[in-house]
């Protein structure tokens, strides 16, 4: 379960950020974060994630505190327990699928790689329809590809959390409809909770939950503006975009 509370978060160079009274996610539970950009949507998951770090309050996932971690254990709790597929991806393009999708368990000693670490690998490029690609360099891929080794990876430590951050934008509707099957199987499969920022509301039926950042109030979350405001339209519209 992922539980917040009383959580404060602001970017220190510009003073937008997020405030968030009480949130809670069910084991298992598949949640979509809808809303304009600039709206906190992704600066949520890098919460989550342990990626950004409140100022103040309380983030659990299955009743631990990634917050409390120092920089090392934190980046170890993100390998192996939070999945993330990101907006571009991140994929390292001089390494074969393959490696991409292993990736977690070579740049963390803590995640021993094993026989039965690849073959894993293997199943979940199979059930991705990859297991031809797995010694193509990722620069050879097309970009649905691409988003498909970016969900494997995120997949293949078991994590109890999975975040995808706008894994369907710019995708024409059949591809989109299948990144978003996949995830959702994929979480079910491993009984893994599910965030994901969508701006496609034509997919918020698939899911069990929707929080709609563009309703203040609603969902107990509020968008933080700067103490001052002076520094014009242009710093206001670059701070917003990254959130």
């Keep these: 379960m992922v539980e917040i509370d009383d959580l404060e978060f602001r970017y220190e160079s510009n003073g937008f950020g997020l405030r968030l009274s009480s949130l809670r996610i069910a084991i298992g539970e598949s949640v979509a974060l809808v809303g304009s950009s600039g709206c906190g949507k992704t600066t949520l998951l890098n919460l989550l994630a342990g990626i950004a770090i409140p100022h103040c309050g309380d983030i659990r996932i299955d009743g631990r505190q990634p917050t409390s971690l120092d920089d090392a254990a934190r980046r170890a709790f993100r390998i192996s327990s939070v999945g993330m597929v990101f907006q571009e991806f991140e994929l390292l393009d001089y390494l074969n699928v393959e490696e991409n999708i292993l990736l977690p368990f070579l ?96 997919l918020l039926e698939r899911f069990d939950r929707v929080i709609d950042f563009g309703r203040p109030g609603s969902s107990g979350i509020e968008l933080l503006l700067p103490v001052e405001s002076r520094a014009g339209d242009n710093a206001s519209q670059a701070a917003e975009r990254s959130l």
Excluded: Y
């Design 107 to 202: 740049i963390n000693p803590a995640q021993r790689l094993t026989r039965e670490t690849r073959t894993v690998a293997k199943e979940l490029a199979t059930s991705l329809g990859l297991s031809d690609l797995l010694s193509r360099r990722i620069d050879r891929l097309s970009h649905g590809e691409r988003q498909r080794v970016a969900i494997a990876r995120a997949l293949i430590t078991n994590p109890q959390l999975l975040l995808a951050d706008e894994p369907t934008g710019n995708l024409d509707p059949v591809t989109r409809d299948r990144i978003v099957d996949l995830l959702l199987n994929q979480a079910a499969r491993r009984r893994a909770t599910l965030v994901m920022t969508t701006h496609d509301h034509s």
